[in-house]
């Protein structure tokens, strides 16, 4: 099975050399290794090929004299990728030496069309923090094969530690103002079945000034309890400060999930999520009978919420609505 690594850079000079040496090191050799770079002001390229011209590895290196943006770099990527199996990769983490090699065995099933894991977080100086990536995301992985409500609840899956079959990636990648990539690829292989979830630690996913994973500054807390914590305070804030914020949120929400009930045709928990969306996106439009009937509706379908404050808050926002007209410039 040919294995091919997708890394798109930008500006990458300070972390991309430990990066690429990490791929080298690992214990089953991966066959290719493809660079599509987003027009670097930096050292970039030049750090690349000095590393890669001597690696004994193929390579083929892609510079783009206009940036194309995160979603089209990655989609030129993956379409330069001959692999049977494209393992998507930032350009400032780290791969455990192991990695391939324990991803690739998955998909000696042919149903499994992608497979994501769990990641170390490391700063920006490569030191490890107590808490897996996981652990910031927020999601549990009881089921390692079939976890759509986490998928259709929270964004847990990231492109950094994902692999995945290149017949599948170039069927269904879209270029979608409401989804990234990854979050859209990984959407439709849950919905598929075709997704398998890895809880071991594959990467160290560094967390610095120029990336960020999860709500504030949590990254450093050190249990799940202060973490829900902190996104409480969080959501709170953004809540009080830009209420209608959440009625963006929802019109997005309600969109981007429309989209791929628009590729399914039809998906039970599909239909009940653009239904659940809908609703919400048009609270502000809810007289007091109408919102109660959806506050009792939202209950039972709790499974699309974050947390139980997430669901409490709609009954502070409708109020905002009500009292407050929303001007637009």
Not at 78 to 91: K, L, N, P, R, T
Not at 110 to 127: E, H, R, S
Not at 157 to 167: K, Q, S
Not at 174 to 179: D, I, K, P, T, V
Request: with cysteine; charged share 30%; hydrophobic share 35%.
């Amino acid at each position: 099975m040919k294995v091919s690594v997708a890394i798109c850079t930008y500006n990458g000079e300070k972390y991309i050399s430990e990066q690429l040496q990490s791929i080298l090191n690992q214990s089953r050799r991966v066959d290719e290794i493809i660079i599509s770079d987003d027009n670097s002001l930096d050292d970039t390229v030049k750090i690349v090929e000095d590393i890669l011209v001597k690696s004994g590895i193929s390579y083929r290196l892609l510079i783009n004299e206009q940036s194309l943006g995160v979603i089209k770099n990655f989609r030129q990527c993956y379409e330069a990728c001959s692999g049977d199996v494209i393992f998507s990769c930032d350009q400032d983490d780290i791969w455990v030496s192991d990695k391939v090699e324990k991803i690739i065995s998955e998909f000696n099933d042919p149903t499994v069309d992608m497979v994501a894991t769990n990641a170390f977080l490391i700063d920006g100086n490569g030191q490890e923090m107590e808490l897996s990536l996981r652990d910031v995301l927020g999601f549990d992985c009881l089921d390692r094969y079939h976890f759509i409500d986490n998928l259709l609840r929270n964004y847990c899956i990231t492109g950094a530690t994902m692999a995945i079959r290149r017949e599948f990636a170039l069927k269904y990648y879209q270029e979608s103002s409401y989804w990234l990539h990854d979050g859209w690829l990984a959407m439709v292989a849950g919905l598929k079945e075709s997704l398998v979830y890895l809880d071991d630690r594959l990467i160290k996913y560094r967390l610095h000034g120029g990336n960020v994973v999860g709500l504030g500054k949590i990254e450093n807390k050190d249990n799940n309890r202060l973490i829900e914590k902190e996104k409480k305070k969080y959501l709170i804030k953004r809540t009080i400060t830009q209420p209608f914020y959440h009625q963006d949120l929802f019109n997005a929400k309600y969109n981007a999930y429309s989209e791929l009930l628009a590729l399914f045709g039809s998906n039970n928990r599909l239909n009940d999520c653009v239904d659940f969306w809908k609703k919400r996106s048009e609270i502000k439009d809810y007289d007091f009978r109408k919102f109660l009937i959806y506050y009792q509706e939202s209950g039972e379908n709790f499974y699309l919420f974050d947390a139980e404050y997430l669901r409490k808050y709609d009954i502070y926002l409708w109020i905002i609505f009500h009292l407050f007209r929303r001007y637009n410039h």
